[in-house]
């Protein structure tokens, strides 16, 4: 069981990975960097642990998870919300924090595309939790290759090469942790959401690992840091963030939806063969379009953005401001029932 659990956590942290680092092109091939996969390996054990524990991997709860892992590192590890690396000087700042970084790469990016979205595909399709009805998960998957055409239109253009370079290489990647995870669940599958849960002693060391990863990275460009005021407002930002992963997992308690037996979303290697396919073809169009198109598809870009970072802003100040248990009843594995 317990290699099972972190083939699975190996998975999940792969899919994470590439879609924060990978399709944002920070870092284009995920197996270049194994530290980066370590970075947010850790972040992402710690929560989807704290979440099964209590039976509450609900789609919101993904995403404020996602809100976390945004900005904890990207405050204390890149100093992003603060100084991002593509920008100098004051110019879009407010009160000591990165507009855009503060406003779209954490709550959007992070939240949304990089774990609630992704993580909420896995669950449904390899059979955990049916966090996504199989109509949202057909939409997701089609809308998918339009982040390769955000960071098309936004990159440098002397990152499409390695962009290129890993679309496959990254889809091979998930290829291969699904392949590792199937082949152990066969033998001891993850039957219910306490078997995704870390030992007490795997969490600790976890823990421990985080903790020192944290006081490694924090004097890494102490330089970037900035002064008390925008730095508090930070930290208080990750404690705000951290306490609505608390009250939402609460709401949501036992709320986790079992999958249906004879679901089409599945995983299976074939199907995710067609999917790479699709993908592949439909990102290639879609960078060649983005990045000849420029400056108008950055702008098209940029003006797209703001009413999707409002809205996202908007539903994240609205569960902060009132947590209400989801709607649906505290449901059962369906063959459980006598």
């Keep these: 069981m317990g290699k099972t659990r972190w083939a699975w956590y190996l998975l999940l942290t792969v899919i994470g990975t590439v879609c924060t680092e990978g399709q ?40 404020v998870g996602g809100l976390i892992v945004g900005f904890t590192t990207e405050s204390l590890i890149t100093k992003v919300i603060w100084n991002p690396g593509w920008e100098t000087g004051e110019r879009g700042h407010f009160l000591g924090l990165h507009v855009y970084a503060t406003g779209f ?12 979205l992704p993580f909420a595909l896995a669950l449904t399709c390899f059979g955990q939790s049916r966090v996504l009805r199989e109509r949202q998960a057909w939409r997701v998957l089609l809308v998918l290759p339009l982040t390769l055409w955000f960071s098309a239109s936004i ?24 392949w590792l995870y199937q082949r152990q669940a066969r033998r001891a599958p993850l039957l219910t959401p306490d078997a995704m849960a870390l030992t007490r002693r795997e969490r600790w060391i976890v823990w421990a690992l985080i903790l020192a ?18 730095f508090l407002l930070g930290m208080a930002l990750v404690s705000g963030s951290l306490w609505l992963l608390s009250a939402v997992a609460r709401a949501d308690r036992g709320r986790m939806v079992w999958p249906d037996a004879d679901s089409h979303l599945h995983y299976t290697p074939r199907r995710f063969a067609r999917y790479a396919l699709f993908y592949m073809t439909s990102g290639v169009l879609l960078i060649a379009l983005g990045a000849m198109t420029k400056p108008v598809s950055t702008m098209v870009t940029l003006v797209g953005l703001v009413p999707l970072t409002l809205v996202a802003d908007a539903y994240l100040l609205r569960l902060a401001w009132r947590v209400r248990p989801r709607r649906t009843p505290h449901l059962m594995r369906p063959d459980a029932a006598s």
Excluded: C, E, K
Excluded at 221 to 227: E, I, K, T, V
């Design 213 to 230: 990863l944290y006081a490694l990275l924090t004097p890494y460009n102490a330089a970037a840091l900035p002064g008390p005021g925008p």
């Design 105 to 116: 790469v954490v709550p959007v990016w992070h939240t949304w595309l990089s774990m609630a």
């Design 24 to 63: 944002s092109w920070a870092t284009p091939i995920v197996l270049v960097d194994p530290f980066v996969l370590l970075i947010y390996g850790l972040h992402y054990l710690l929560i989807l642990d704290y979440l099964a524990r209590r039976r509450a991997l609900t789609l919101r709860a993904l995403a």
């Design 155 to 178: 990159q440098d253009t002397a990152l499409i090469a390695p962009a290129l370079a890993g679309i496959p290489l990254n889809l091979l990647t998930i290829a291969g942790a699904a």
